[in-house]
């Protein structure tokens, strides 16, 4: 199956502005699901509200565009009930970590096994460029018109603490890393995280004075540096990129299929269900 397949070609040309690194983040993921291999029938997109979530009408995976903030608790909805499916969900820096926070936390404390794709572009792109939990103190936005005192959060540490087993972060400049990052955050057992940064050239980078697209992906070049670099330890004041976790735990659908089978067990202890032990 090539790129070509997993596409509704017919909703193309996508509404995202120019210079938009949304649209980079969907090719780079469509590569990662190509590598995998993975068949589109066993893939389920679930998206919120925002200029990310309109990734969800241009893949021919099954898909659900859902309310703002509470794609991850669909997704979880989705995998409880079908885990032998592979469960993506992009998401913007406010989608997830604003109005979506509460659920991002529970997701990766139960380590539910999906990947949540934050495309961090420190900005509400769609509603009108208001700042984010993510657009960090100084910046500029329609809501913050002599600048934000808001800090921000730090995705990372806060997937590493909430218990997600697998996070990393890459920008929309570095694509071979960010290829390699979402196959190795699909293919993992437990709630993986990938945070993207993604420029916006027509809110962001138009208030910030950040300059256009290509201003904004020299900036990711410049401004970030891989986890263990000697440019890191040299400069701390760059943003560190890599992968952060990457661990082994038992993920909450397993958890719960034992039990289940235990419940089962223990009621009807002359069955002995086992593996066929039914759902709770």
């Not at 604003?98 to 934050?118: C, E, S, V």
Request: proline fraction near 4%; aromatic fraction near 8%.
């Amino acid at each position: 199956m090539s790129i070509q397949d997993y596409l509704r070609k017919r909703f193309l040309p996508h509404l995202w502005c120019p210079g938009c690194g949304h649209g980079t983040v969907l090719n780079t993921l469509l590569r990662s699901v190509e590598d995998l291999g993975l068949s589109k029938e066993n893939i389920v997109m679930v998206t919120g509200i925002g200029c990310s979530a309109r990734m969800a009408g241009y893949v021919d995976f099954h898909t659900m565009h859902t309310l703002h903030g509470r794609a991850l608790a669909f997704a979880t909805g989705i995998k409880m009930s079908r885990p032998e499916l592979n469960v993506l969900v992009p998401m913007g820096d406010g989608d997830a970590l604003a109005i979506g926070g509460n659920h991002f936390l529970h997701a990766a404390r139960r380590n539910i096994d999906i990947t949540a794709i934050i495309m961090n572009n420190r900005i509400y792109g769609m509603t009108g460029g208001q700042f984010s939990p993510l657009s960090g103190e100084g910046t500029s936005a329609t809501t913050a018109p002599w600048k934000s005192i808001d800090p921000a959060f730090d995705t990372m540490e806060l997937a590493k603490a909430a218990g997600a087993t697998y996070a990393a972060r890459t920008t929309t400049f570095h694509v071979r890393e960010m290829e390699k990052m979402l196959t190795s955050a699909i293919s993992h057992k437990g709630f993986s995280v990938v945070e993207v940064f993604s420029q916006c050239p027509t809110y962001f980078g138009r208030k910030n004075n950040s300059g256009d697209a290509s201003k904004m992906l020299e900036s990711y070049r410049d401004g970030t540096a891989k986890i263990g670099s000697k440019a890191l330890e040299e400069n701390p004041e760059l943003i560190p990129r890599g992968v952060f976790v990457d661990k082994e735990a038992v993920d909450y659908g397993h958890a719960y299929a034992e039990m289940c089978r235990q419940a089962a067990d223990d009621k009807f202890p002359e069955r002995k269900y086992g593996k066929e032990a039914p759902r709770c």
